[in-house]
């Protein structure tokens, strides 16, 4: 709470368009699949793989950024922040991607060392056995503190599902451009076996004041 900022003028300033931004970086794969929820110890060694082998081949900052933009593409739902800062979109930090992750980590850190280096097996399990998806949103708005007590749902066959927690939003940043003046991020953790990982979802997001956003995001093309 920041009672001291005037907490109920401030929210009814934060009209505007709301964008919600599940940041990840996740490596390239095919673009039909669903939310792994189950992986074998196969294919977690060949999600390791697919985000080591872009990594090791990038040579240049140049590089390691354009893998890092295009990994980002793959768990992305909804409009391109690249293109629309404050669009309505979602990347979701599934299992895969954090494997795909320490991947990438495995690569940056063998050129480092100059030397093979790899995860110890207990971190890769610690993966497989998550029970939850964990979600970062970003949310734009008027004022810098207009995402606190933000909400979040995923709405599937009309019943809303709700995250198992979800942390405190970050203090608001400046914007550049046009838009909304803020953006602000906070973190949703939903249980794997809360949600169909194959249906089709409606993300809804509410901001303390009452405003609602929402956006379609397929999770049969999200691996």
């Not at 900022?5 to 300033?13: C, D, E, I, Q």
Request: proline fraction near 5%; glycine fraction near 8%; hydrophobic fraction near 35%.
């Amino acid at each position: 709470m920041r009672a001291n900022h005037g907490s109920a003028g401030r929210h009814r300033r934060s009209h505007g368009v709301i964008g919600v931004v599940v940041g990840a970086m996740v490596a390239v794969g095919s673009p039909a699949w669903a939310i792994d929820v189950k992986l074998s110890p196969e294919e977690a060694k060949k999600a390791l793989e697919a985000g080591r082998a872009p990594m090791e081949k990038a040579n240049s900052p140049e590089d390691v950024k354009k893998v890092l933009q295009q990994a980002s593409l793959v768990t992305r739902v909804g409009a391109d922040p690249e293109k629309d800062q404050c669009g309505a979109s979602a990347i979701l930090r599934t299992k895969r991607y954090r494997l795909e992750a320490f991947g990438r980590q495995e690569a940056a850190e063998s050129k480092k060392q100059k030397k093979d280096v790899r995860m110890p097996e207990e971190f890769i399990q610690k993966v497989v056995d998550m029970p939850n998806m964990e979600v970062e949103v970003q949310l734009c708005g008027d004022d810098e503190y207009f995402a606190e007590k933000a909400d979040i749902v995923f709405q599937q066959k009309g019943k809303n599902i709700r995250p198992v927690d979800i942390s405190p939003a970050d203090r608001g940043r400046k914007n550049e451009g046009a838009g909304p003046a803020y953006r602000s991020r906070f973190t949703a953790r939903f249980g794997y076996e809360s949600f169909d990982p194959n249906a089709k979802t409606t993300v809804i997001v509410t901001l303390q004041d009452g405003q609602t956003m929402q956006f379609d995001a397929d999770f049969s093309k999200v691996k």
